[in-house]
């Protein structure tokens, strides 16, 4: 196993790490299902750079043991709990697991952030002859409506300065990234959710560029947003649909 409090690592999110556990948005099942399908075996999964957990309670319901790591020890304290899924502090490019020992490995919403080519090399060792490897992310918000411009706009005007220069990958889809692996097609996937006005708040409040801006120039920013949205949303109770389309890059080992 990886050193547990000394990982070094892009750390953008331990500081707010229990707004990570309770804003950010659930995989869908379907999501677990195709993987599974395509996975050699459903013993045992790997959710890298698990966060939370988001992807891992999910893979959870498709796999009968799930290993979820993450470089930030504050992360897999906040951490969603599930029978079957382990947490543990390690970074994706030093696992600590076995040998062939893995069906799936996952990294969603965090392979922009790593070294590639030792972590490639890691998920050939843990991956079982067949294993999948699948990178998942998702972009910017879809909202409908008034609401949807102003998101839009802070999004893309106000933060896009102060987004890191990862995030291109993220608006890519991670075509960019090399994927140096036998590719799967990938079915059309999506998050979606019906969110009251608070919830959508601290998800935004969880984004890297909202660190990055308000280090810059403070919370004023962000609250004049908030501000902007709430009187684009009208009743804070009501809840309005968003949807997070999928990207995917899945390759067999």
């Not at 070094?8 to 990570?20: C, G, M, T, V």
């Not at 959710?193 to 810059?216: K, Q």
Request: proline residues 7%; hydrophobic residues 45%; aromatic residues 12%.
């Amino acid at each position: 196993m990886s050193r547990s409090n000394d990982l070094a690592f892009k750390d953008h999110f331990s500081a707010r790490s229990a707004d990570y556990a309770l804003y950010r948005p659930a995989y869908p099942p379907a999501l677990a299902a195709y993987l599974a399908r395509q996975a050699p075996g459903r013993r045992a999964a790997l959710d890298g750079a698990c966060g939370t957990g988001q992807l891992s309670t999910v893979l959870a319901a498709a796999f009968e043991q799930v290993f979820a790591i993450d470089a930030s020890a504050r992360q897999i304290a906040h951490a969603t709990p599930h029978p079957r899924v382990d947490y543990r502090v390690a970074r994706c490019e030093e696992t600590g697991m076995a040998g062939a020992s893995l069906d799936l490995l996952t990294v969603a919403q965090a392979a922009h952030w790593l070294d590639l080519d030792p972590f490639y090399a890691e998920a050939r060792r843990v991956l079982r002859p067949g294993g999948v490897l699948a990178l998942i992310t998702y972009g910017a918000t879809k909202l409908e409506g008034e609401a949807g411009h102003v998101l839009d706009r802070f999004y893309a005007e106000t933060l896009g300065p102060f987004w890191p220069p990862e995030r291109r990958h993220v608006e890519t889809g991670y075509r960019l990234l090399p994927f140096p692996f036998e590719e799967e097609s990938a079915p059309e996937l999506a998050i979606e959710a019906r969110w009251p006005l608070a919830a959508l708040l601290g998800y935004v409040d969880t984004w890297s560029a909202v660190r990055n801006l308000e280090r810059a120039f403070g919370r004023e920013p962000y609250e004049r947003f908030a501000a902007d949205l709430s009187a684009a949303w009208g009743d804070p109770r009501r809840t309005m649909a968003l949807r997070w389309p999928l990207s995917l890059r899945v390759g067999r080992v």
